[in-house]
């Protein structure tokens, strides 16, 4: 229901208007965001502090909607086809803009010119595209991948082909279930390699692709996995710090083992049969750190980052999700190859079990553990996934910091979500509430005066230095 998405505040996939800005840039660099990431709607006749539904003339209904139209075909390149409709709630119209993720991307404003004029939506704001992001969005649009490109800086090398050829095999060997499974895998050959997009024969010539290089000899200075162990939960104290290098298959195997590391081994008793197992299950760790490695946009000079903390670990992969996927879709088994090469070798080496499936893994295998389910964030233009480590969460459960005894009634899902990060962490900041939330510092601020006055959360000390008390009910 509009009435309800209203209620809740904008966010990252909503925006609200009182009317038609006078100056069409204001909302056309919306529509451009949107049509750049997962789409999205613009309403009009709706208080963007306050949330009232104000309406729109009835009369002037269908003019506006017309200039919409012509403005929005005017002002953007290429052609982006948005639905516009209207509504009544209360007794009252809003014009609905409702923009789909685009397929020929990067979508911009014709008098700014594609560098300046190129938007993306970030934590409920539309902001210029940085120089690797309208480059992704270039690739998008055209279908391509950085990983099938044509690396100039290097040359064929038949021994790192061969080397990488006898890994895949190693890989997919150690994959088997049976000997007779083992027994029936093929060598690898240069022709395979060809044939998956990771060397390409040019007029007989064999050439090496990006995909090549990081999975071989990997020159690529921000293509590493960083892991670190950090005291408490924030990220501030070094426990522990590794960089590790080399071909991105090793790197997996050494952030895994760096994990296990510094997390704790337990045992499980079933009937007479004592098992070790770690406290967050090895399954999800894995899938947190290959899907980061193989979803990263390597267009991002950032490296993928581990880190261990008291309560959770903690994977971030650079670059925002991809082709317009959101979170609610990855859940449900969604998925778009950024980097089609190295998935296809990653698959064939049993490294990716199948596409689609393993964030459903990574949610059932932490549910059958007992541990509170694995937390997917967009954060700036990166992805998070937050796995919560189970010794913590029974110290914690056990006597919580301050929560209210039950959750109160009148209050809505984004006031919710406030409470439970300042159960998490009294500390937490509005700036970081805006990110993990996905909504605008203003609505953060909005909706904690809420909570304020209803006396649900107070603040102690001064804004700086202070922290959040929630108040029993």
């Known amino acids: 229901m509009l009435a309800d998405e209203i209620k809740t505040g904008e966010s990252a996939n909503t925006e609200f208007k009182v009317e038609v800005p006078k100056k069409s840039e204001k909302y056309i660099k919306s529509v451009v965001a949107f049509a750049n990431t997962a789409g999205g709607k613009i309403i009009l006749g709706v208080d ?29 390149y290429p052609q982006i086809f948005p639905n516009i409709g209207v509504d009544t709630i209360d007794g009252k119209c809003v014009i609905v803009i409702e923009v789909y993720p685009g397929a020929s991307r990067p979508y911009y404003i014709k008098s700014l010119g594609k560098e300046a004029g190129t938007y993306i939506r970030v934590s409920g704001t539309s902001r210029p595209a940085d120089e690797a992001i309208l480059k992704d969005l270039e690739l998008q649009g055209t279908h391509r991948s950085f990983d099938e490109m044509i690396c100039v800086e290097q040359k064929y090398d038949k021994n790192k082909a061969e080397e990488l050829c006898a890994a895949i095999k190693r890989y997919m060997v150690e994959a088997a279930r049976t000997k007779s499974e083992k027994d029936k895998v093929k060598d690898v050959t240069v022709q395979n390699l060809v044939n998956w997009g990771v060397l390409k024969n040019i007029d007989g010539t064999l050439v090496p692709t990006n995909a090549f290089v ?33 071909p991105l298959y090793e790197q997996i195997e050494e952030a895994y083992e760096f994990v296990l590391k510094h997390i704790n081994l337990g045992a499980k008793i079933s009937g007479l049969v004592r098992t070790d197992a770690y406290e967050i299950p090895t399954e999800a760790i894995r899938e947190a750190i290959v899907n980061a490695t193989t979803h990263r946009n390597f267009l991002d000079r950032a490296c993928v980052q581990v880190a261990v903390y008291d309560d959770r670990v ?68 990166s ?29 809505n899902q984004t006031q ?38 209803k006396g649900l959360v107070e603040r102690v000390g001064s804004a700086r230095k202070g922290y959040w008390k929630i108040n029993e009910t």
């Open 48 to 76: 963007d502090k306050t949330h009232e539904i104000v309406g729109v003339e009835k009369d002037e209904v269908f003019k506006i909607m017309d200039g919409i139209t012509n403005t929005i075909s005017d002002m953007c």
């Open 214 to 246: 990081l999975l071989t000899n990997n020159t690529f200075p921000f293509a590493k996995i960083q892991c670190a162990l950090f005291k408490g939960t924030e990220r501030v104290v070094f426990i522990d710090k590794r960089d590790f290098e080399g």
């Open 314 to 381: 903690e994977v971030t992969s650079p670059g925002m999700l991809y082709g317009g996927l959101t979170i609610e879709q990855i859940k449900e088994g969604g998925s778009k190859i950024r980097n089609r090469c190295i998935a296809e070798v990653f698959s064939r080496m049993k490294i990716i079990e199948s596409w689609g499936t393993g964030i459903k893994r990574m949610f059932s295998s932490c549910k059958e553990y007992g541990i509170r389910e694995p937390e997917l964030l967009e954060i700036g233009d």
């Open 383 to 411: 992805f998070r996934v937050n796995l919560y480590r189970h010794s913590y969460n029974e110290v914690h459960q056990s006597s919580p910091k301050s929560s209210p005894k039950s959750s109160p009634k009148d209050i």
């Open 416 to 453: 919710q979500k406030i409470l439970d990060m300042i159960q998490e962490n009294p500390e937490t900041t509005q700036t970081a509430m805006a990110e993990r939330i996905d909504i605008t510092p203003r609505a953060i601020k909005k909706n904690i005066k809420e909570l304020v006055d």
